[in-house]
Nanobody, 121 residues
């Protein structure tokens, strides 16, 4: 059974850092691009970042570019989102999702349950 499980969320002060993890099981992670999304309170879902299966291509939304870094360790079946210089507007539930075979696409077929990130002093 294909499963994605996010972890690493929590409460952090503005300017702080967190590293989110997305652990995959039940399928060959190497074959899939993985995307991170977030949903802020009273807002819609926002695409944050995406990484291709071989890590050759990465994408970031303008709101996180230069602060967040996506990476993956296919041997550990895990994708990471390093979040630095966090702002209150980064608060939300963060989800990872499969984003198509090999290259990032808009085919988001499988989702994790999410992890809460709260940026507040």
């Amino acid at each position: 059974q294909l499963q994605l499980v996010e972890s690493g969320g929590g409460l952090v002060q503005p300017g702080g850092s967190l590293r989110l993890s997305c652990a995959a099981s039940g399928f060959t992670l190497d074959d899939y691009a993985i995307a991170w999304f977030r949903r802020a309170p009273r807002k819609g879902r926002e695409g944050v970042s995406c990484i291709s299966s071989s890590e050759t291509s990465t994408y970031y939304s303008d709101s996180v570019k230069g602060r967040f870094t996506i990476s993956r360790d296919n041997a550990k079946k895990t994708v990471y989102l390093q979040m630095n210089r966090l702002k209150p507007e980064d608060t939300g539930v963060y989800y990872c999702a499969t984003a198509g075979r090999y290259l990032c696409s808009v085919s988001y077929d499988n989702w994790g349950q999410g992890t809460q990130v709260t940026v507040s002093s």
